[in-house]
């Protein structure tokens, strides 16, 4: 009798062999330009597919990955939204340049965010689609029925936006990659270059879709 | 071709149908009269077992079901204007025939481009429920001729094989000259153009000629050309007032419909959209919308407008509704070798206004910061088009984590010792500070009104987490966290 793992793995193939497109690891997506989430993600943010990136502690880093992403995304030259679902994102703190590209949506409530980001992600002009629903009230972030981020899924995979989801807990289901920030920024951090702010940040991967698609180059 | 017919069969049954959603796929028939005297004018093909002439009630007792509506005049109107805006589309010069019927002077223009757009406004205006038939040929008479035999589009090339099998009532011979040529064995106007056109002056007179010069096809007339649309709008006035959007949708479908052919008649596109409903407390919901994109895509200017309909709430029910379309040219432009676009730019506008509508207008677009050192200046401007190519490195590249703002600042007592950040009291945010940088003082605008003066601090938490705390005259706050 095959043991827990052969039959995972052959459930796996099974899959792979019936839906070939849902099994393939997307690529071509942008960088983060934060080397451990790529690491992570073998090389960027996955095209057409959901990517959590869970800030559990304060000044986790996920709005340097944000400012990374954007200053990535305008040196490829691609269009990036940013739905801001508690309206934090400072401009300011962006060099001009790399704001050129951005589309930001400035919401009130988490339900604006996710109807502006279902819009959004259909829109085959960006690149990534950020949607931060951090500073959201985590109350109405866990009543989210899971059909508005089934939703969300089916949205991205019909085109070639990756959509980051930035939020403080575990919050999409059966999302491909999830990863966690867990280890928080000092003040000792101010001071230095934002790229080895960027460089020094610690990524947790917890839920990874790199297995199927290793075990369909297998 | 020299010229084309547009002719819609049985007009004002499908103008009237065309106005009313409820009446696609019924058995529907034109009444004229009233009482016993009231008989059929036009019925539909849903509509079994009647005819045009019958009386309404022996109509009702053999097609049971039968929808019996008088002529509407406004939405025959409106159709009218619909027809004549394809027409528009094909060549400037068009004759307002009658009603449901224009006739278009096609002279010097591509035969091929014509019979394609003949095509393209007769599957257009079949979508608008109004089936068009279009008929063209080398004189008037026999292009109405070829949009009375046409399904949906007709060229004639050959007059004279067209016609031949057509029935002599083609010509709309008098009683008494059908009445002769019946005696005479001729039925078709192939026969009677096979007589001599002498012969049959000679016998039957002027009258005779005329005959038979339209059953050969050859009377000529000059058009009485109809002046295009100059302003390009639409109004209706809905008899009882509605209460739910969906008759305001279809009818504002229908009106772009026609709006945008009438722009595109003209060579242009629209730029701004206006839209008002007039309600029934004599007050009026007036919104004007900036397309994105100047364009006459029906389906993009109803996407704009359902997104604001969705969202709107009047005091009283809506006794009318007019629609403007404000005219401009179509922009025309080349990009750049190298440029980043947009993919799909109507996708891009419109997505965007879909959003500003659960937004709102100002909290959509690309930040462009302030050029102040006031915390927090920036204005939202509308997204470039194309991405730039990156500019030079700056001198002084970003440093430290990136701030994210609570807005508005959060309210905390901030307890200091010689000046410094120790501990942060009375808010959302407290506890010790265990590392402070600062301050860093700001001050602007003193010379004018909204003069602001701000001392920062970045304090780190015992519990973990750096933010940024300001002191401004409003007292303190935390602005955001280091993240």
């Not at chain 2, 005479?184 to 009258?207: D, F, I, N, S, Y």
């Not at chain 2, 965007?352 to 910061?369: C, E, F, Q, S």
């Not at chain 2, 003069?451 to 987490?465: K, L, P, R, Y």
Request: charged share 25%; hydrophobic share 45%.
């Amino acid at each position: 009798m095959p043991g827990p793992s052969q039959t995972v793995s052959a459930l796996r193939s099974l899959l792979a062999a019936r839906f070939p497109e849902r099994a393939r690891r997307p690529c071509g997506g942008p960088a983060a330009a934060v080397r451990a989430i790529d690491d992570a993600l073998g090389g960027g943010l996955p095209a057409g597919r959901l990517t959590e990136l869970v800030s559990a502690v304060p000044s986790g880093g996920g709005q340097t990955v944000i400012a990374r992403l954007l200053g990535a995304a305008q040196a490829a030259r691609q269009r990036v939204a940013l739905v801001d679902g508690a309206d934090g994102f400072a401009p300011g703190e962006v060099p001009d340049d790399a704001l050129r590209h951005l589309v930001w949506v400035r919401c009130r409530a988490p339900g604006e965010a996710f109807c502006a980001a279902d819009i959004l992600v259909r829109d085959g002009n960006y690149a990534a689609v950020v949607l931060d629903l951090r500073g959201c009230a985590e109350r109405v972030l866990r009543r989210t029925p899971a059909s508005t981020w089934y939703r969300l899924q089916r949205a991205a995979e019909g085109g070639s936006v990756a959509v980051l989801v930035q939020t403080t807990l575990p919050l999409v289901p059966a999302v491909p990659w999830r990863l966690v920030l867990d280890t928080p920024l000092s003040l000792a951090d101010a001071g230095a270059p934002r790229e080895s702010v960027a460089g020094r940040l610690a990524v947790r991967t917890e839920r990874s879709h790199a297995p199927a698609a290793e075990a369909l180059a297998g | 071709m020299r010229y084309a017919v547009l002719a819609v069969p049985d007009f004002a049954l499908h103008a009237l149908r065309r106005g009313e959603p409820g009446l696609v796929g019924r058995p529907l028939a034109l009444v004229a009269g009233e009482g016993r005297r009231a008989r059929l004018t036009e019925v539909s093909n849903e509509a079994f077992g009647v005819a045009p002439g019958l009386a309404a009630t022996l109509a009702m007792s053999r097609c049971p079901g039968i929808v019996l509506r008088a002529r509407d005049p406004g939405a025959e109107v409106e159709a009218h204007r619909l027809l004549m805006a394809a027409a528009f589309t094909l060549s400037p010069r068009v004759e307002s025939t009658g009603p449901g019927c224009c006739t278009v002077d096609l002279q010097g223009g591509d035969p091929a481009r014509s019979e394609a757009l003949m095509r393209l406004r007769a599957a257009e205006l079949a979508g608008a429920g109004l089936p068009l038939r279009a008929g063209a040929g080398a004189t008037p008479l026999l292009a109405s001729y070829a949009a009375r035999c046409a399904d949906p589009v007709l060229i004639v090339r050959d007059p004279k094989s067209f016609l031949a099998p057509l029935p002599l009532l083609f010509a709309d011979p008098t009683p008494g000259q059908e009445e002769i040529l019946r005696g005479w064995g001729v039925a078709t106007l192939g026969a009677l153009t096979a007589l001599p056109k002498a012969e049959v002056g000679r016998r039957m007179g002027a009258e005779g000629v005329l005959l038979w010069e339209r059953a050969a096809g050859e009377s000529q007339r000059v058009l009485r050309l109809a002046e295009p649309a100059r302003s390009f709008a639409a109004e209706w006035a809905y008899e009882p007032p509605v209460e739910s959007i969906e008759p305001l949708f279809f009818k504002l479908r229908r009106f772009a419909e026609r709006v945008a052919l009438e722009l595109r008649g003209a060579g242009f596109v629209a730029e701004k959209l206006s839209l008002t409903l007039l309600l029934e407390d004599e007050t009026d919901h007036r919104r004007e919308f900036r397309l994105p994109e100047p364009g006459a895509d029906v389906d993009g200017w109803m996407r704009v407008l359902n997104s604001h309909l969705e969202t709107v709430r009047t005091d009283a029910r809506v006794a009318g509704v007019r629609l403007v379309a404000a005219p401009a040219r179509p922009q025309e432009r080349q990009e750049g070798l190298f440029d980043a676009g947009l993919r799909d730019p109507a996708s891009f506008w419109e997505n965007l206004a879909r959003v500003a509508a659960i937004v709102g207008d100002d909290r959509v677009g690309t930040p462009v910061p302030t050029d102040t050192h006031r915390p927090d200046a920036f204005t939202m401007e509308r997204p470039a088009e194309a991405v730039a190519p990156p500019a030079q490195a700056p001198v002084h590249p970003p440093c430290g984590p990136v701030l994210r703002r609570f807005r508005p600042p959060w309210p905390v007592r901030v307890v200091c010792d010689a000046g410094r950040p120790i501990r942060l009291e009375e808010g959302r945010l407290e506890g010790r500070v265990c590392a402070a940088l600062g301050p860093w003082r700001g001050a602007g605008d003193w010379w004018k009104p909204g003069a602001w003066v701000a001392e920062t601090w970045q304090v780190e938490m015992e519990g973990g987490g750096v933010y940024q705390v300001t002191c401004t005259g409003d007292g303190w706050g935390v602005e955001g966290m280091l993240d």
